[in-house]
Antibody, heavy 121, light 108 residues
Framework: EVQLVESGGGLVKPGGSLRLSCAASGFTVSNVWMTWVRQAPGKGLEWVGRIRSKSDGGTTDYGAPVKARFTISRDESKNTIYLQMNSLKVEDTGVYYC????????????WGQGTLVTVSS | EIVLTQSPGTLSLSPGERATLSCRASQTVSSNYVAWYQQTPGQAPRLLMYDAYSRATGIPDRFSGSGSGTDFTLTISRLDPEDFAVYYCQQYGSSPLTFGQGTKLEIK
C-alpha cells in the first residue's frame, strides 16, 4: 500500500530555514516523479516543485515564488524526499503536501496528510 | 506560466441537481493535460479526473470531464451531499505546473 508521511513543519522566523521530509512506503521514491504542493491558510493549492525519477534524470523544477530558495532532493536509503526551504517569507506559511501519480497515469492520486509551516516573527 | 481561471467562484445548488464547473487556461494546455481535484476541509485533495476526461480510480461515474485547448469542464450529473466541497483544476502540460483558484460548491 502506498503511503506518504510528511514531517518537519513548525514555526520559523522570516529569513530562516526549514527542511520538510516525505517518507514513502509501498514503493521506491527514486522510481517515480515526486511533487510538493502547498496551501496557505484559507487559500487554494499552489504547486511548489517536483523531482523526476532517476530514470528520467532526477532533475527538479520549481514554481516561480520558490525558485532559488527551495530545493527538492531524495535519499534512496531512507526512501524519503525532502524540501529544503531557505530565506523563508511570511507568505510561505501553509500546509505542505507531498504527492505522486499512480503508475502509468497522470494527476496526483497519492497524497500525504500535510505538514504545517508557519513563518512569523 | 499558464494561468488557470475557474468559474464560478462559488456555485450554490441542491442535491440531485447538475453542476458544471469551468476552467479556462491563458494558453493552450499541451495534450489536454488537465486534472480536477476535490477538497473537503482539513483533508488532502482527491484526484477526480486526469487527462481532461479520464476518471481516476474509484471515482463514481456521475463525475465527468471534457474540453480541450484552453477550455475545460467538470460536470457532476446528480449532486450527492458528499459532493459539496472545493474543486480545483490543474494543468501539467508545461512547467511550472499550475492550479486554478478553486470553485466552492455549496448547498443551496
Amino acid at each position: 500500500e502506498v503511503q506518504l508521511v510528511e514531517s518537519g513543519g513548525g514555526l520559523v522566523k522570516p529569513g530562516g530555514s526549514l527542511r520538510l521530509s516525505c517518507a514513502a512506503s509501498g514503493f521506491t521514491v527514486s522510481n517515480v516523479w515526486m511533487t510538493w504542493v502547498r496551501q496557505a491558510p484559507g487559500k487554494g493549492l499552489e504547486w511548489v516543485g517536483r523531482i523526476r525519477s532517476k530514470s528520467d534524470g532526477g532533475t527538479t523544477d520549481y514554481g516561480a515564488p520558490v525558485k532559488a530558495r527551495f530545493t527538492i532532493s531524495r535519499d534512496e536509503s531512507k526512501n524519503t524526499i525532502y524540501l529544503q526551504m531557505n530565506s523563508l517569507k511570511v507568505e510561505d506559511t501553509g500546509v505542505y503536501y507531498c504527492a505522486r501519480a499512480k503508475e502509468g497515469s497522470h494527476g496526483y492520486y497519492y497524497w500525504g496528510q500535510g505538514t504545517l509551516v508557519t513563518v512569523s516573527s | 506560466e499558464i494561468v488557470l481561471t475557474q468559474s464560478p467562484g462559488t456555485l450554490s445548488l441542491s442535491p440531485g441537481e447538475r453542476a458544471t464547473l469551468s476552467c479556462r487556461a491563458s494558453q493552450t494546455v499541451s495534450s489536454n493535460y488537465v486534472a480536477w481535484y476535490q477538497q473537503t476541509p482539513g483533508q488532502a485533495p482527491r484526484l477526480l479526473m486526469y487527462d481532461a476526461y479520464s476518471r481516476a480510480t474509484g471515482i463514481p461515474d456521475r463525475f465527468s470531464g471534457s474540453g480541450s485547448g484552453t477550455d475545460f469542464t467538470l460536470t457532476i450529473s446528480r449532486l450527492d451531499p458528499e459532493d459539496f466541497a472545493v474543486y480545483y483544476c490543474q494543468q501539467y502540460g508545461s512547467s511550472p505546473l499550475t492550479f486554478g483558484q478553486g470553485t466552492k460548491l455549496e448547498i443551496k
